[in-house]
């Protein structure tokens, strides 16, 4: 895969605008139960391809960082925000609406399954709890606030050129 400088610069965007988000909102972000609003950003990877999936992963990791919850957390999230876009920019890249519709599903199981598995160690609750609390705040940002931002910028037409970006 060539990088170019755009490439670069919009992995540089959404990153800062990924970290930003969460550590904004760090009271909503940073608990069993959580609402990353920033997590509406993770579809735009069905568009924007690779440098989306970097830089929402870099920004969880920074994010995280700031967080403050440990190693497994800065770990953890920004695997699982790569996995996540990466397989919904599989799933969902180039197809239509339920294509798109699916990889944010994906998103979401991802995320729930990776965060919500480790957060009960950090937090000493039930695990059923971890992955409740992150399943419904993925909901909500990734599925419904994401899905909304994702279908709205394809339709005008922005990140066209990464739709039928070929993987690495």
């Known amino acids: 895969m060539k990088l170019e400088s755009k490439d670069l610069a919009l992995t540089a965007v959404f990153a800062s605008l990924y970290a930003a988000g969460v550590v904004f909102l760090a009271p909503i972000s940073f608990s069993i139960y959580q609402v990353r609003v920033a997590d509406a950003l993770l579809p735009l990877s069905i568009l924007f391809g690779m440098p989306a999936v970097f830089g929402l992963s870099l920004g969880c990791l920074v994010a995280n960082v700031y967080g403050g919850l440990g ?12 996995v996540a876009c ?3 920019w599989y ?12 990889g944010c599903l994906v998103e979401t199981a991802v995320v729930t399954l990776i965060v919500g598995g480790y957060l009960w160690l ?3 609750v039930p695990v059923e709890l971890g992955l409740l ?8 940002a990734i599925d419904v606030l994401g899905f909304i931002l994702l279908e709205s910028l394809h339709r005008s037409g922005l ?3 990464y739709v039928g970006k070929k993987a690495p």
């Open 71 to 82: 190693i497994i957390d800065v770990v953890g999230g920004t695997i699982a925000n790569f």
């Open 86 to 88: 990466t397989l919904a």
């Open 91 to 102: 799933v969902g890249r180039g197809g239509n609406i339920i294509h798109r519709f699916l």
């Open 122 to 124: 950090i937090f000493d």
């Open 133 to 140: 609390g992150i399943f419904i705040g993925s909901l909500v």
């Open 159 to 161: 990140g066209k050129k």
